[in-house]
């Protein structure tokens, strides 16, 4: 204990506990904090908000419903309110890798919006954080569905629209290149002609496959089991509370959630997480593979491919002085890394679930959330500061299309396969170009060379 800070005595079914003076937490969050000193790491601020939602809605609705007097609702709401907007946020203290379900997480907004309305209320009477402002609720179907919630959020404020952006900057490049030809690889060796152009119109398009798939995992995230109460059974529960308190989540979002198809497969599993999850190590596995072609393609200057000119950004060497790197490139892909180790974390949580709920749910909603923050900062960062000021080194691509020895595929119509490999083998063994050796044969016709001419093989 602090002896600098001023504390308070709260009693809860354990007994008493002290609790620091300066915050609206109670005795169940501060149980929390001394038992899960883990990782220092709380559940982000879209969760947070996701809570402040569904309280909200829930005070609205048990205010109609005759389970809340107005007094009481009104002031559980106003707090409520203010936690959406992230007023106290700071009071939000509980470790991610906490107790199962996250009991603690959905007890420390209790308690914090229970202080805060008897606040607003004036004293006039208590308001508690179990038998009002969790009334209708159980963290098992409160927990999951706040997860849902934010995570269409931040997916729709931000990952889409970073995915967009990145897209249509790859479009820009693809056109902006469309001109430039350049050698083809294959095995990273080379291969016929192609235009640097369709290099990145491929990225483009791989990004807009990954977009669309990710949009289309949303629609399962708006499922959220609310009024499922602790195992489905909406035990206790007025039969209009479930409809109600969805359709005003859905008045306090702008997004269109609903009931779960069957509410037990909801809260038995975190389903569309998981299915979600998946979603975004595909998006970490094709930026991995977009971010090393364009380390490739960028290489050098001197001893690389040097076909690509990225921006400078930072120096790149403590000790050689004038060397710079690939960084953003470099931290899409240390980005990439994690979230594909993320997945590992959500699918193996995943397993954990057992009968009725899935404990390990706040460890799931902290990757989960955090995967989705770390790819839009990235990504947006990857599409400013890389991407846009890519340039093409026009005279280095020609150079490594004319010495390319795959601009042989084009003998192969008018010699044969057999007697165009020959000759692309002399060319390698003698370090000459194609066109020296049909021309020291007596080969290098008008129709040899139109044959051998990249501009006719894009």
Known sequence: MDSNKQYRMENDALGSIMVPSSVYYGPQTQRAVENFKISGIHLPRSFIKAQGIIKASAAVVNVELGALSPEIGNAIIKASEEVIEGKWDEHFVVDVYQAGAGTSQNMNANEVIANRASEIISGSQRIHPND?????QSTNDTFPSALNISASETIIQGLLPALSQLQKEFLKKADQFMPVLKSGRTHLHDGVPIRLGQEFSGFAETIQAAYRQIEERLNGLYEIGLGGNAVGTK??????????????????????????????????????PIRCMLSLKELAIHLIKITSDLRLLSSGPRTGLDEITLPSVQPGSTIMPGKVNPAILEMMHMVCCQVIGYETAIATAGMAGQLEINVMMPVIAH?????????????????????????ANNEVCKKWMEESLSLVTGLSSKMGYDMASQIGMQADDENKTLKQILQEKGMLT????KAIDPNGMV
């Open 367 to 391: 990757t989960f959330l955090h995967a989705i923050d770390l790819l839009t900062n990235a990504i947006q960062t990857l599409t400013t500061k890389c991407i846009t000021g890519i340039q």
């Open 235 to 272: 035990v206790s529960l007025h039969p209009a509370y479930t409809p109600k308190v969805i359709q005003e989540v859905c008045k306090r979002t702008s997004l269109p959630f609903r009931e779960p198809v069957n509410i037990f497969s909801f809260m038995q599993n975190m389903n569309e």
């Open 132 to 136: 009002h402002v969790n009334v209708s």
């Open 446 to 449: 008008e129709e040899i060379i």
